[in-house]
């Protein structure tokens, strides 16, 4: 099994250029310490967020890489309520600015600043995690984003420039027949998209129209997968399918599979990341599962110190098999803003319905709306299913929501019922950032989230 290409990379980044082979831990954990000391410095004097938020912090007693649980963590409303204020260079040096869809729209919106810099940092990272399953002069299909200058497609396919591969951009699958044709037409080694656009491909009928051996590995990445989406890929497209995780904030840097598919490999290079109990704030030790916390080593227009992503997760213990000590970060389980609370002591998320209802090879994606019931919260489902299915299908996903613990439990103590679930077209995404979530359409749902 050949080790992360990241492992090298990564030693490679610390170590000033120098020809550095394999990662040393204790080279790392230096260099991650030197950095967030600067990083926090930087930060403190080009700021105005960070520079009142770290008033009373003494640099000097920053000492040991656990040190930075002393500093206030940064949220998402903070962004949104002060965003200019992180700013840390002029306008005239910011290259790109990345607006998420999933913030607000309002004049506070959440924009993330990049300068010329921050985005070589990113083509860089793509270029040398795109050789983990990306030979040269290999055809790479690009199934997101991509008509603007440093959108993510563009960033792709100028990254892989540098393997050298081939990248072209088809956009957000709207068409699942033409994708298809596509696929056949261009036959490419390597496909990049999100969970869910994959995933319909696979299901609809065209999905055989692709030879066992034309894609050897897709990248999924911008959203949760599930075990069920990845048996689904791998088994139809007989290939071997890998996970990207990242963000807008992180600067799409976050981590990487490798070739043993065991989590993420994480860009410790740039990145520092700690698990964070949701309620407590308290630091988590590996193997425990909590909120993913990170800090920016490098950033240069827009650092963002101890930002709270909402996503929960865990750092996987030990080595990997490919034999990199770069810790892992498993396939994340939900996002903390997106578990929707039912009553008092019940609790739903999107990735607790995913395995029921996409488990069935028949279903190609799904919709659920919550709203208020008569006496309790109902729960809908529009329900897409392949050409050609049969209705009853529906009955079969309605006996396995009934099936599924959250649910059935919920259901029990009366604070949820099970509305209709009919067949429909979904909506597909119009942007790569926008995460599939329980759409919660309740008058009074201040007690959702």
């Known amino acids: ?13 610390i170590s000033s250029g120098c020809r550095a082979t394999r990662l040393s831990l204790k080279d790392l954990q230096s260099y991650q310490l030197e950095r967030l000391k600067h990083t926090i410095s930087y930060s403190s004097s ?4 960070y520079k009142k938020a770290f008033s009373c912090f003494n640099i000097e007693s920053f000492n040991l890489l656990r040190d930075i649980s002393r500093l206030p963590f940064t949220t998402s409303q903070d962004l949104e309520e002060h965003n200019s204020q992180f700013l840390c260079v002029s306008q005239s040096l910011v290259e790109r600015v990345f607006t998420p869809l999933t913030s607000t729209l309002s004049p506070n919106a959440r924009r993330i600043y990049f300068s010329g810099n921050d985005m070589e940092r990113i083509i860089d990272f793509f270029h040398h995690g795109m050789t983990t399953f990306t030979a040269a002069n290999q055809n790479v299909m690009i199934i997101m984003p991509g008509e603007r200058p440093d959108s993510i497609g563009d960033l792709l396919t100028r990254s892989l420039e540098r393997i050298p591969a081939i990248g072209w951009v088809y956009d957000l699958v709207r068409d699942p027949v033409h994708a298809m044709s596509e696929i056949s037409r261009n036959e490419p080694d390597v496909i990049v998209g999100i969970p869910a656009n994959i995933l319909s491909l696979v299901r609809h009928g065209v999905g055989s129209g692709i030879h066992s051996n034309s894609v050897k590995s897709v990248l999924l990445t911008s959203d949760y997968i599930t075990p069920t989406v990845l048996t689904s890929i791998e088994r139809q497209w007989e290939c071997r399918v890998f996970g990207h995780y990242g963000s807008t904030e992180m600067g799409f840097l976050g981590g990487l599979e490798c070739e ?9 290079s740039d990145l520092y990341f700690e698990i964070a109990d949701p309620a407590t704030g308290e630091i988590l030790e590996p193997g425990c599962m909590g909120e993913v916390v990170f800090t920016t080593l490098n950033r240069e227009a827009m650092p963002l110190i101890r930002y709270k992503t909402s996503d929960l997760s865990r750092i996987v213990p030990g080595i990997c098999q490919c034999g990199s000590e770069l810790r892992r970060l498993e396939k994340i389980r939900a996002r903390v803003s997106d578990i929707i609370k039912l009553g008092k002591n019940h609790w739903l998320g999107i990735y607790e319905l995913d395995d029921s209802i996409l488990g069935l090879d ?88």
């Open 362 to 449: 028949e279903v190609i994606d799904y919709r659920a709306i919550l709203s208020n019931g008569d006496n309790s919260d109902q729960l809908d489902f529009m329900v897409e299913l392949k050409e050609g299915a049969d209705k009853s299908v529906l009955q079969e996903v309605r006996l396995r929501l009934l099936d599924n613990s959250s649910v059935s439990n919920a259901v029990v103590d009366g604070v949820l019922s099970l509305g209709s679930v009919y067949a429909g077209a979904v909506d597909k995404p119009v942007s790569s950032a926008i995460k599939r979530a329980i759409q919660d359409v309740r008058r009074d749902s201040g007690t959702s989230k």
């Open 46 to 49: 080009s700021s105005a967020f």
């Open 1 to 13: 099994m050949r080790i992360t290409p990241l492992d090298r990379w990564t030693a490679k980044r």
């Open 260 to 268: 043993a598919r065991s989590g993420y490999h994480l860009t410790e």
